[in-house]
């Protein structure tokens, strides 16, 4: 089947597949929001009215306007959360009909879908900033083609540096996205052009922005130690963030493996050497980095995050250089497209099963704060392994969820649980302030009188703890 044939038949699925993610973000928004970094930026973003910026990543601003805009004109809580969790996804579908209607690269937005097949908890943490770079780092492509072929229009130039500048202002691995684009787009072009030029030129640019001025730490803490590294190095095949990729090997990363393999023997064949240098080296290169950077290993969403953009290299590679080299013959090009729909639906379907367990923690917090409010209480405090007991899902982020889940029936229904260390100090005077909430354990003391009463409204008292029994929850006295 000719290639322009078989992925103008695949544009159609990548349009239902963008909408139903659309439609899951929209009905899932509770679950997507209410959970950790999307619930703290959401809470500042209410509370001061403002658009908060972490780290220097400036690209945040983008998937924040339309919450800011409905916060600003007081729109109901429910209404600004499903707008928060809509955003990010219609920013993914409008990098997808840019890079298939405007740009005419249909493969860019084949690969854009192709991240689902290793989605899953990550679209509950729908902040995720790799997530964002699987939609522009596709595009950046598209646009470095496009000027290749001599479209050097002003508004083209003008769409690849905004592009760029947001996929880089957006979390550090961006850097390898954008150098493995140039790296490509140079073989593939047999010259180091103009528009290379320019990208790599932006990027070291960007580079030095960001160093002159200073890391973030949480920029810092994708740098391992001299003694991490030895250690990493050392127990490679035994390491937590290893084991992640062993589980979910046949479920996630099983067929993106063969597409690799896949390419690399095409390569050979063709005596594509340097394709096929890139290939290997820059996946198996950032697959071992990965590795050691998160030995420590993490829960389902950060390991998901840790490994997606190993989709974006296969996939580039894949669907740009071999499919076209398979679609001189039918049966493997039309075999491996099927496979290709077929799990991307099947990806679809998972997300919305994955919902299971946030569903069920945001309807236990409901529980709990009907109880309270009945009782006139509204400020409760639970230990750790209480929690552990409680929640299925069990983070950092428990006050500020709580707050918003609650708020959204109307901000005097406000009820904040915040989760403490089992041994805390049960004489600490904080939680006897009536004028005191507890949001997140490195930045305890926040003002009860400060938060936006158009939204939130605690009244002022002291903390209760919840307490678990055989018959449901009491509140207690902390001493």
Excluded at 120 to 140: D, G, K, N, V, Y
Excluded at 289 to 296: A, D, E, G
Excluded at 364 to 389: F, N
Aim: charged share 15%; proline share 4%; aromatic share 16%.
């Amino acid at each position: 089947m000719n290639y322009d044939r078989l992925t103008s038949r695949l544009v159609l699925f990548g349009h239902l597949c963008m909408a139903a993610l659309l439609l899951l973000a929209v009905y899932f928004a509770e679950e997507r929001v209410l959970l950790i970094d999307s619930a703290y930026q959401l809470f500042h973003d209410i509370n001061h009215e403002s658009i908060l910026i972490n780290d220097r990543r400036y690209s945040m601003v983008l998937s924040q306007l339309l919450p800011w805009l409905l916060i600003k004109l007081h729109v109901p809580l429910r209404w600004v959360i499903v707008a928060y969790s809509a955003g990010f996804v219609v920013m993914a579908y409008g990098c997808y009909i840019l890079a298939v209607h405007v740009l005419k690269k249909r493969a860019m937005g084949l690969l854009m879908v192709f991240s689902l097949l290793a989605m899953r908890a990550t679209f509950f943490h729908c902040i995720s900033e790799t997530f964002q770079l699987m939609f522009f780092a596709p595009l950046l492509y598209a646009c470095l083609e496009s000027l290749d072929e001599g479209r050097r229009s002003w508004w083209l130039w003008a769409l690849t540096v905004l592009v760029e500048l947001a996929a880089f202002f957006i979390h550090p691995v961006s850097i390898f996205f954008i150098a493995f684009i140039a790296l490509h787009r140079w073989i593939d072009s047999g010259r180091f052009g103009l528009p290379q030029t320019v990208c790599v030129t932006l990027l070291v640019a960007c580079v030095a922005v960001k160093m002159l001025g200073g890391q973030s730490g949480h920029d810092e803490s994708f740098i391992p130690t001299v003694e991490t590294l030895s250690y990493a190095v050392q127990h490679f095949f035994r390491l937590n963030s290893i084991q992640f990729f062993y589980i979910h090997f046949p479920d996630f990363y099983l067929f993106p493996f063969l597409l690799w393999l896949l390419t690399l023997i095409g390569y050979a064949r063709r005596r594509k050497w340097m394709r096929f240098v890139m290939c290997f080296a820059f996946v198996t290169g950032f697959f071992v980095m990965s590795v050691v950077v998160y030995w420590k290993g993490d829960g389902p969403i950060g390991m998901e995050r840790t490994y997606l953009p190993l989709l974006f290299f296969i996939g580039l590679v894949f669907l740009h250089d071999e499919l076209p080299a398979l679609c001189r013959h039918r049966v493997p090009a039309v075999t491996v497209c099927a496979l290709y729909v077929l799990l991307a639906t099947v990806s679809l379907v998972r997300i919305g099963v994955s919902t299971r367990p946030y569903a069920n923690r945001l309807a236990e917090i409901g529980t709990i704060a009907a109880q309270a409010r009945a009782e006139g209480q509204h400020k409760l405090l639970v230990t750790r392994s209480t929690a552990e007991a409680i929640f299925p899902v069990n983070i950092w982020g428990l006050a500020l969820e709580s707050m918003l889940y609650t708020a959204r029936d109307g901000a005097e229904n406000t009820v904040t649980i915040y989760m403490e260390d089992d041994d805390f100090d049960r004489q600490d005077p904080l939680y006897d302030d009536t004028d005191a909430y507890v949001a997140v354990n490195w930045w305890k003391r926040w003002s009860v009188d400060e938060l936006n009463p158009h939204y939130f409204r605690l009244p002022a008292q002291g903390y209760l703890e919840l307490v678990k029994t055989e018959e449901g929850y009491r509140l207690a006295p902390l001493r």
